[in-house]
């Protein structure tokens, strides 16, 4: 059967939900690894991954079973949700890739201000003490503060702020085309006609 057929649309759309499930449970895994060797520590920021990783593998189910069973309801529910993710994800992709280094330091000095378990974690992972200065009255989990030699985190964050934007930035607007993909995918298959069902039935 040629690709623009039936069966070639159900194939497709099976295949970028199991590729979505994929991600999902690398998302999951991802925040399960880094609980267990201690380089996450903030339950709000592996919160934040586990529900998103949780959020993407209902709507790869959704999907998943849609497409499997031609169900037009749950192949609407899913088109009109991943249109959302897609208007959601690409807004968010186009904000980090447009971020300035002026930008990108107010947020990193909005981020640090607001979570103590995070900055914890950004102290002992970089090594480093204080957000732009360390006052010894402040308490600080690096190990260079045995030595009194500590940076200031805000330098090395800095650092790596605009390659982590730009690598999220490129990666959520890649699978942001993939979600305006699928819902291209489920518009077209839900109104192709199963060629073993039979003739006279409503689609």
């Given at each position: 059967?040629?690709?623009?057929?039936?069966?070639?649309?159900?194939n497709?759309?099976?295949?970028?939900?199991?590729l979505?499930?994929?991600v999902?449970l690398?998302?999951?895994?991802?925040a399960a690894?880094?609980?267990?060797f201690g380089?996450i520590s903030?339950f709000?920021?592996?919160?934040?991954v586990?529900a998103v990783?949780?959020?993407?593998?209902?709507?790869?189910?959704?999907g998943?079973?849609g497409?499997?069973?031609?169900?037009?309801?749950?192949?609407f529910?899913?088109?009109i949700?991943?249109?959302?993710?897609?208007?959601v994800?690409?807004?968010v992709?186009?904000a980090?890739l447009?971020?300035?280094?002026?930008?990108?330091?107010?947020?990193l000095e909005?981020?640090?201000?607001?979570t103590?378990s995070?900055?914890?974690?950004i102290?002992?992972?970089?090594?480093?003490c204080?957000?732009?200065?360390f006052?010894p009255?402040?308490?600080?989990a690096?190990?260079?503060?045995?030595?009194?030699?500590?940076?200031?985190?805000?330098p090395?964050?800095e650092e790596y702020?605009?390659?982590?934007?730009?690598y999220?930035g490129g990666?959520g607007l890649?699978?942001?085309?993939?979600?305006i993909l699928?819902?291209w995918?489920t518009?077209?298959?839900?109104?192709q006609?199963?060629?073993r069902?039979?003739?006279?039935?409503?689609?």
């Amino acid at each position: 059967m040629a690709c623009g057929g039936f069966a070639c649309s159900k194939n497709c759309l099976c295949i970028l939900n199991l590729l979505y499930t994929l991600v999902s449970l690398l998302l999951i895994g991802i925040a399960a690894w880094g609980i267990g060797f201690g380089l996450i520590s903030s339950f709000r920021v592996v919160g934040v991954v586990i529900a998103v990783g949780v959020f993407l593998f209902f709507i790869a189910l959704v999907g998943l079973i849609g497409a499997v069973k031609h169900h037009q309801v749950l192949l609407f529910f899913y088109m009109i949700i991943l249109l959302l993710v897609f208007i959601v994800q690409f807004s968010v992709s186009c904000a980090c890739l447009a971020l300035n280094e002026e930008q990108q330091s107010e947020l990193l000095e909005v981020g640090w201000s607001n979570t103590n378990s995070a900055r914890t974690d950004i102290e002992r992972n970089l090594n480093c003490c204080g957000f732009r200065v360390f006052y010894p009255n402040e308490t600080c989990a690096a190990d260079c503060l045995r030595n009194l030699h500590c940076r200031p985190c805000a330098p090395i964050m800095e650092e790596y702020a605009g390659m982590v934007l730009r690598y999220v930035g490129g990666i959520g607007l890649f699978f942001s085309f993939t979600e305006i993909l699928g819902v291209w995918l489920t518009y077209r298959y839900r109104n192709q006609k199963d060629p073993r069902a039979n003739p006279s039935a409503f689609i």
